[in-house]
């Protein structure tokens, strides 16, 4: 074995800086050794669409300052897939063969883009919106192009549509699903969301599949988007954005249980004692639900990371406030969502809505507690609501003044308004 | 701005109107003039969320905040708070017609009753241009002949004894073998004066209470009673016993380090007190022991005190139930025969007597009796201390002289003229925030001072108000031992009763008589 | 560490918290300057809470455990390990509001004044001493010692 290291962490993003941040503060010498394919410098993935427009340059497209690595003494191993984990002889396996031993381990590997099978999706011009290097190479092409094609309208497709445009591209978005972010979105604010793109000059097509990726006559580039409707759509770059799958196939053979993605406990523990899980890849416990899901955001990667951190330094942490949680802006229309989003009442859940100028609110209820929301355009104090729902406050009667936006502290019970006013946030973990 | 347009509180709280509550319309002129300057004004509404009286208010379509002078009572909270000094509150300029002899007071009053058919009603002190005795007199200085002291330099005794002393005292094998009555000591001879929680919020209270803790002084809990949180102060407590007997029971006696019989108040000499319902909260309620929301009304007289005799049976009915361990005061209003009374008072068994001059103050009172009733404390206590000497009883009590003590400088004179030592009511409140508005019997104090309005109430900090009670008084002591150095007296206790240090000006031979003092020069 | 605690006990409701937040977080940081008609919007980032007789003033509480800082996409909302303060890098915000949806106090508000970045309580650090501490009538805004774990 070449090395060992008192922690070593597989990735090199959100879950990986939460989980370094979290050991430092509790072990100052511990040695910590990150692996990860990329050899990009830290970076935050959400911001790609971001460095494809221009609008957030490179070196603020890092998630951590540059002297991040030696401030806190982590061993960078970049540019290694891990091959396989060994947790009989607590080592891991890379892609040249070599073998790195670790006294706990947590796996941040996050998630792979899925591929649909399209075909003609390997033409030069198609683009995956994964990683830096992604938005690099699709920015060099997009250099001498003026049509692009966006295939899948979940968050990143309409980031990387918004991108576009703002790049003075013609975008057209075309999505499977009869509405665009329709995991995230009930059908309101879908359709808000749709307007807006609308508006601002980004063609969608829901409800349609694309049958293939095709190239012109002289070359192999792609040329069109093909549709089942059986039009094409002339394009001279198309960005694959249908989501993202758990990199779960490094743990095969391991004996680390899988499901979705990687499962852990509460304190982001594997069946395996000393190997920890951590953002995309895991599949933890969900505070809504109760169960364990596969909730790929930034805040959840982080915070996973942290506690799984805080464990293996020691010091016991619980994952309580992973819930699902979005905000986005599109065309500086912001949208946010949490929880039970797309509920429309039944099933247990009560559901109370405004629409108006000031925006839509949408409040999801379930036992008096509130358990989802969406809200657009007026998103003043958005926490508050996301607070209460991460401290389960019985909401029985404050509806209205909710759904007002009328909302504030002083509505909460006594002892946590006492305690979000004195306390000093040290309960979420 | 974020900030709710209109004064929501009050918009909540205002109960429906009736036709009844629309009164006559009224012909006065306002007494203040509010004055905003629109170059100032940010419109952060500070003013109109501080007003309890809706003087201000935001008037939507012009975009603007505008005021009605005409309810405005002079407070200056708002001139105070505004951030940008964009208000300016004077007395109206618009007068009516010059008068000497009808003021513009008097037509303002007549209005008023014209249009009600009651009682004018008023708060604070006596505000009318009448002498004021402190300033007749001046303080002696010593100079080559006697040396004056330097307080910072040499010790220097504020620390006095409340309580009967007795006519003489015997030592034997350097112990001492005379009973004494019980004494209580104070650091300086300022005490609070009776304020009852009821009339001031409970924050003032505490604060009062608070910073007597931290002088080492007394304060007074009036005739409201003492709070169930306030009996952690008992050690600086004076609780009173008043006609309408508010709060008294065996622990509330037993708590105090002196029980004051009060019958009477210098605002309002022989008349009552009335706390309007609306100001005994159920914290009030507990304290006082009445219910919630009934008025609090304490009778004229003590209705089993018709005599000295009477009076006896209540000083001796206090000391048996404080089984003699603290000192029985009786506190009268300053009025004619105050000397006589004074003197009925010590051999009723009174071991403290507290005077109270026609400009005390008062949470409420008819202004025709506070205007028109009573006497100055520094004639009633120059004749009481003179009756009580030539009577050869003054040691029997301790004298507390107030009503219209305003500085050091009344301090030093009180005593010269022959306190033991002085209550100061209004310079306290005046230190926690008053800004004597005289609109105390409202409720709606803006200063958070007399009133029991939650919203309001909070406006005075007690920490705040404490350090603010604390500094006075400290201030004040520094005065007084300067002043005394100056005379070279180094122990307050050898000033009381001594007028030839005082001279008085510009006084009539009578009043120079009355008061025991030469004129100045002589 | 130092910390503006707030106390409801003696808020008196006036506002004035927010007002001299809103001057400090003004081009110009002067209050006649700040309120006129043609500045910009001001923002404020203390909120004054108000129900019937209630009142109080919140801000950040520069959480131990910040969710903010944990939700913040770009980096630009940092925990300080020297002082616990929270701070956003203005230069890296790109006006997700992520960190909106995650306090739990709503103590993070929008500023589209220039660009499109969050903006929080910084405890005043450019000025020195917190504005709204300073012109607090009543201490109901305060200065408190913490000791973050």
Known sequence: ?429 | MNAPRNNSRNAIQAPQRKASDFRIRSNRLAEFSVERDYDKCIKCEVCIRQCSFDVHYYEEEEDLIKHRSEDCVGCQRCAVLCPTDALTIRPNPAQYRAHGSWSSEHVKDINLQAETGGVVLTGAGNDKPMPVYWDKLLINASQVTNPSIDPLREPMELRTFLGAKPDGVEIENGKLVTSMPPQVQIETPILFSAISYGAISYNVQKALAEAAVELGTLFNTGEGGLHPDFYKYRDHAIVQVASGRFGVHPDYLNAARIVEIKIGQGAKPGIGGHLAGEKVSESVSITRMIPAGTDAISPAPQHDIYSIEDLRMLVYAIKEATNYRVPVSVKIAAVHNAAAIASGIVRAGADVIAIDGFRGGTGAAPKVIRDNVGLPIEFALASVDKRLRDEGIRNRVTLIAGGGIRSAGDVVKAIALGADAVYIGTAALIAVGCTLCQKCYSGKCNWGIATQDPYLAKRVNPDIARKRLVNLVKGWSHEIKEMLGGMGINSIESLRGSRSQLRGIGLTTEELNVLGVAPAGN | ?149
């Open chain 3, 1 to 149: 560490m130092l910390r503006i605690k707030s106390d409801p006990n003696v808020c008196i409701g006036c506002g004035l918290c927010r007002i001299w937040c809103k001057v400090e977080h003004s081009p110009s940081k002067n209050i006649s300057k700040a309120f006129k008609p043609a500045a910009p919007p001001t923002l404020s980032c203390v909120e004054l809470e108000e129900r019937g007789c209630e009142s109080f003033a919140s801000m950040c509480r520069h959480c131990e455990e910040p969710l903010c800082v944990y939700g913040c996409i770009t980096g630009a909302m940092r925990k300080d390990p020297q002082t616990g303060l929270v701070t956003v890098d203005r230069s890296k915000c790109v006006g997700c509001w992520t960190c909106i949806l995650m306090c739990p106090n709503g103590a993070i508000v929008r500023d589209e004044r220039n660009g499109y970045t969050a903006l929080k309580c910084d405890m005043c650090l450019e000025r020195g001493f917190p504005s709204c501490v300073e012109h607090c009538p009543n201490d109901a805004l305060v200065i408190e010692e913490v000791e973050d774990v």
């Open chain 1, 1 to 429: 074995m070449s090395s060992t290291f008192d922690y070593l962490i597989v990735g090199n993003s959100t879950a990986a800086i939460g989980a370094i941040e979290a050991i430092r503060k509790l072990d100052s010498t511990g040695t910590i050794g990150v692996v990860a394919s990329e050899t990009e410098h830290t970076y935050s993935r959400p911001l790609i669409t971001y460095f494809l427009s221009g609008k957030v340059a490179e070196e603020n497209v890092y998630y951590r300052p540059l002297d991040f690595y030696d401030r806190y003494q982590v061993t960078r191993l970049l540019g290694h897939e891990v091959t396989s984990v060994d947790p009989t002889n607590n080592s891991v396996t890379l892609d040249n063969g070599e073998k790195i031993g670790y006294k706990s381990l947590l796996l941040a590997a996050g998630g792979a883009p899925i591929v649909p099978p399209i075909p003609g999706i390997d033409r030069p011009g198609v683009f995956f919106m994964n990683t830096m290097d992604d938005a690099r190479r699709a920015r060099g092409w997009l250099s001498h192009a003026s049509r692009a094609v966006v295939i899948g309208a979940g968050l990143t497709g309409l980031k990387t549509a918004e991108a576009l445009r703002e790049m003075n591209l013609e975008v057209t978005v075309v999505e499977l699903a009869p509405r665009v972010l329709a995991t995230t979105l009930d059908e309101t604010a879908s359709e808000i969301v749709l307007q807006t793109l609308v508006e601002n000059g980004i063609e969608v097509l829901t409800g349609v599949a694309v049958t293939a990726i095709e190239g012109s006559d002289d070359s192999n580039d792609v040329y069109a988007v093909a549709i089942d409707t059986g039009e094409k759509l002339v394009c001279d770059a198309a960005f694959i954005t249908v989501g993202v799958t758990p990199r779960i196939g490094i743990v095969e053979a391991s004996g680390i249980a899988v499901r979705k993605g990687i499962l852990v406990d509460r304190h982001m523990r594997t069946n395996i004692a000393n190997v920890y899980a951590a953002g995309d890849i895991a599949e933890a416990y969900d505070p809504l639900t109760g169960g364990q899901r596969v909730i790929p955001i930034l805040p959840n990667a982080y915070i996973g990371g942290r506690v799984a951190g805080m464990n293996m330094a020691g010091r016991a942490a619980e994952y309580n406030v992973g819930m699902s949680v979005n905000s986005v802006s599109f065309f500086h229309r912001p949208v946010m969502t949490a929880g039970f989003a797309t509920e429309e009442g039944g099933n247990g859940f009560r559901v109370f809505k405004r629409h108006d100028p000031k925006g839509y609110r949408k409040l999801v209820i379930r036992d008096g507690k509130l358990v989802g929301l969406i809200l657009t355009d007026d998103v003043e104090r958005a926490g508050l609501l996301t607070g209460m729902m991460r401290a389960g406050i019985n909401i029985d009667g404050m509806e209205d003044e909710l759904l007002d936006g009328k909302l504030g502290l002083i509505c909460l019970p006594p002892e946590i308004r006492e305690e979000r006013i004195h306390g000093r946030g040290r309960n979420w973990l």
